[in-house]
Nanobody
Framework: QVQLVESWGGLVQAGGSLRLSCAAS????????MGWFRQAPGKERDFVVA????????RYAASVKGRFTISRDNAKNTVYLQMNSLKPEDTAEYYC??????????????????WGQGTQVTVSS
């Protein structure tokens, strides 16, 4: 059983930056593909970015490509999401997710078996 805990959401002005962290425990982190999703009030949970277990392969949603960067430190069992040039439309609850997948990535929420509790990101205009 994998537990995921997101940290470092918050309130930021448009154009600002935040760096989210997701700490994993209870599993072999280096065998898990990881992803970030977000959900705004009244909307579906949307894919943001995914990273393979090794960190070599990443995939971004078009809306965040060039502004967000995912990375992972397998020695620290942590995945990060660096968010730059934030926009008000980035406001959402951000969720970290994990799936046991030694190769490749996953971009569908239904692919993931483990989820964090979420961290709120609010971007003011």
């Amino acid at each position: 059983q994998v537990q995921l805990v997101e940290s470092w959401g918050g309130l930021v002005q448009a154009g600002g930056s935040l760096r989210l962290s997701c700490a994993a425990s209870g599993g072999s982190f280096s065998n898990y593909a990881m992803g970030w999703f977000r959900q705004a009030p009244g909307k579906e949970r949307d894919f943001v970015v995914a990273i393979s277990s090794s960190g070599i392969t990443t995939r971004y949603a078009a809306s965040v490509k060039g502004r967000f960067t995912i990375s992972r430190d397998n020695a620290k069992n942590t995945v990060y999401l660096q968010m730059n040039s934030l926009k008000p439309e980035d406001t959402a609850e951000y969720y970290c997710a994990a799936v046991g997948r030694p190769f490749g990535i996953a971009t569908l929420a239904s692919d993931y078996g483990y989820w964090g509790q979420g961290t709120q990101v609010t971007v003011s205009s």
